[in-house]
């Protein structure tokens, strides 16, 4: 069964760095573009971005633009979600996802089970 | 915020119907697919719907969807406790070259 395991829970202090992974145990990786989508306590959802292992295009959501890095390792099939300088207001639950068809705007349908970022001083 | 409305709760008794809407606008659902998440308590969300009104594979017939517009509709026929859940529709928005999530739309069977 093809799943996305993401890394464990973290606790941070306010400007720490992170940085989360996600990996897929399919073999689609380097066709597939994966993203990441971050839900608040109590919250929607919210798209942050995505990116294409196979060529490494990245976009990014204007909201996250900037505040974070999405990468990828395709070699070991993992993605990933940095943060240089963690604020409190990061502190919510993480979900990566793969994308359904060739396109960016083609749906999230396979997802990780979520990594909680816990940032607090 | 998002630019995807929903409203924030629908219910209704178990056996009956409910429809829960997604309001947006040309740059994402007028010229794009729609898709709706359900994200029960606790857990991951998972797709439901796509491209507007095609269900994945293992989703009960219950569930359909459609869109006119700029506006979406997720419907769900024989409601069940099961189906207690968070709703969420999202699509793609050309304007910002990024997509999209509702606001989320909690339902409760009564």
């Known amino acids: 069964e093809v799943q996305l395991v993401q890394s464990g829970a973290e606790v941070k202090k306010p400007g720490e760095s992170l940085k989360i992974s996600c990996k897929d145990s399919?073999?689609?990786?380097?066709?597939?573009?994966i993203g990441w989508v971050r839900q608040m306590p109590g919250k929607g959802l919210e798209w942050m971005g995505i990116i294409y292992p196979g060529d490494s295009d990245t976009r990014y959501s204007p909201s996250f633009q900037g505040q974070v890095t999405i990468s990828a390792d395709k070699s070991i099939s993992a993605a990933y979600l940095q943060w240089n300088s963690l604020k409190v207001s990061d502190t919510a639950m993480y979900y990566c996802?793969?994308?359904?068809?060739?396109?960016?705007?083609?749906?999230?349908?396979?997802w990780g089970q979520g990594t909680l970022v816990t940032v607090s001083s | 915020q998002s630019i995807l409305t929903q409203p924030p709760s629908v219910s209704a008794a178990p056996g009956q119907k409910v429809t829960i809407s997604c309001s947006g606008s040309t740059s994402n659902i007028g010229n794009n697919h729609v898709s709706w998440f359900q994200q029960l308590p606790g857990t991951a969300p998972k797709l439901l719907i796509y491209e507007n009104s095609e269900r994945p594979s293992g989703i009960p017939d219950r569930f359909s969807g459609s869109k006119s517009g700029t506006s979406a509709t997720l419907g769900i026929s024989g409601l069940q406790t099961g189906d207690e859940a968070d709703y969420y529709c999202?699509?793609?928005?050309?304007?910002?070259?990024?997509?999209?999530f509702g606001t989320g739309t909690k339902v409760t069977v009564l």
């Open positions: 399919g073999n689609r990786f380097t066709r597939s573009w």
């Open positions: 996802a793969t994308i359904s068809g060739p396109y960016p705007g083609d749906p999230f349908n396979l």
């Open positions: 999202g699509t793609w928005d050309s304007s910002l070259s990024a997509g999209v």
